[in-house]
Each structure stands twice: as C-alpha cells, then as structure tokens.
C-alpha cells in the first residue's frame, strides 16, 4: 500500500540554524509533491510544490528537493526563526485535481 | 488570493442529531473539493471527493449515509454528519483546487477547519 513518512515526529533546533525535515514514500509514483505548514488548531496552508521532474524549489527562506530515485523530498527552512515553529506536512498526489495523501508531519520548534 | 473559508468553526452537539459544515472557495470557482477528517496527533484522511454537479466520491470506510456531500456550486460544498456520535468528533478540513482555463490547477487550498465535539 501506499505510504508515506516524515523522518521524525519532532525536531528540536536553534533560532538562525538550517531545519531540513524529511519525506519518504513508497509503492507510489506522484507527480508532484508538496509541503504545508499546520499550527494547532488550523488547516493546513500551503508553501511549496515541486514537480516530479524539478529537482528543487525556492521561495525565499524555504527550499524543497525532490529525489524520484530515491523516492524522498527534502524540506528546508534557513536562518529559522520562533514563527516557524508549527508542524510541517508533506503531501502527494497523482495528478493535478486529485486528492492529497499526507504524511503525519513533523513538529518543529525553534528556540530563541 | 485562493481563500478558502469553512463554516462554523467549531460546533458541540448531542449526540443523534445532525451538523452541516460549510466549505467556500472566496475568490476563485473549485470544480473539487476534498473533505478530510483528522484526529489529534495524526495526519489527514482523506473522506471524499467532491465534484461539482456531481455525486462525491467516498474512501473506502467512510459511510456516505452518514456523512452527506453536496457540491451544488462551484464555490460552495457541505458535508453533514448525520446522527452524529462521540466517535465522530474530530477536526474536519476542506480543500479546493482551483479551476484554472486549462482545467484543475495542482495547488490545493484548505480551509481552516471545524472542529466538532459530539457529547
């Protein structure tokens, strides 16, 4: 079946370090990927997507790569700051108009 | 731009009678909308998909008997549980994708979710 996994439920780090937060899936073939931030509480906001044949993706702070050989994306966000603290989603799907399937998240904080 | 809003935000009812939860794209028309359902400390899952004009289609263990989808505009999707139960409490979130001139567009948009408590 389908799976997908965010490496760790929560990652601790310090304000102005890089947080690299990861994805893996399995037995799936997405076309394109895409991450979200949730806060407690609220739906998930949307931040970046990357195509299955885009390597990587910049929106200022924040950097998304994508590896279909190896079957996981790598979410970075640099010069971290306290705001970012907030559970990070990643998401796949098939094609563009289908549904989402989530991975648990990973619960970052960043401490000043 | 890509506002999506959900209605109420949250709502407490006994348990056997029945919530409607309003899902509406603000500022561009969504041919789907997807209705998820998540419990705390858990991702979301996915319960139907909802097609403009159309009749949703449910995931596997959701029943559609229970859980009602009407998707009569292109900016407007309900989702009613019915005889609602302790169990059902949980957080519902709605998405949209947008209806661009060369048809659904990849990004997704949610809605900030309702959380319903049953008593």
């Known amino acids: 079946s389908q799976k997908i996994e965010q490496n760790s439920e929560a990652l601790n780090i310090q304000e102005g370090k890089t947080a690299t937060l990861t994805c893996n899936y399995t037995?799936?073939?997405?076309?394109?990927l895409q991450w979200y931030r949730q806060d407690p509480g609220r739906g998930p906001v949307f931040l970046l997507l990357?195509?299955?044949?885009?390597k990587e993706k910049r929106k200022e702070r924040l950097k998304v790569t994508f590896d279909t050989t190896l079957k996981q994306s790598l979410f970075h966000i640099t010069a971290s700051q306290p705001a970012d603290s907030a559970t990070y989603l990643c998401?796949?799907?098939?094609?563009?108009?289908?549904?989402?399937?989530f991975g648990k998240g990973t619960t970052l904080s960043v401490s000043s | 731009g890509a506002v999506v809003s959900q209605h109420p935000s949250w709502v407490i009812c006994k348990s056997g009678t029945s919530v409607k939860i309003e899902c509406r794209s603000l500022?561009?028309?969504?041919?789907?909308m997807f209705w998820y359902r998540q419990f705390p400390k858990q991702s979301l899952m996915l319960m139907a998909t909802?097609?403009?004009?159309?009749?949703?289609?449910?995931e596997q263990g959701v029943e559609k008997d229970k859980f009602l989808i009407n998707h009569a505009s292109l900016t407007l999707s309900t989702l009613t549980v019915t005889s609602a139960h302790p169990e059902d409490s949980s957080f519902y979130i709605c998405?949209?994708?947008?209806?661009?001139?060369?048809?659904?567009?990849?990004?997704?948009?949610f809605g900030p979710g309702t959380r319903l408590t049953v008593t």
């Open positions: 998401a796949l799907a098939s094609q563009a108009g289908t549904a989402l399937i």
């Open positions: 500022d561009f028309q969504a041919t789907t």
């Open positions: 990357i195509r299955e044949n885009e």
């Open positions: 037995n799936y073939s997405p076309a394109y």
């Open positions: 909802s097609n403009e004009g159309s009749k949703a289609t449910y």
């Open positions: 998405s949209a994708s947008s209806a661009g001139g060369g048809g659904a567009t990849y990004e997704q948009y």
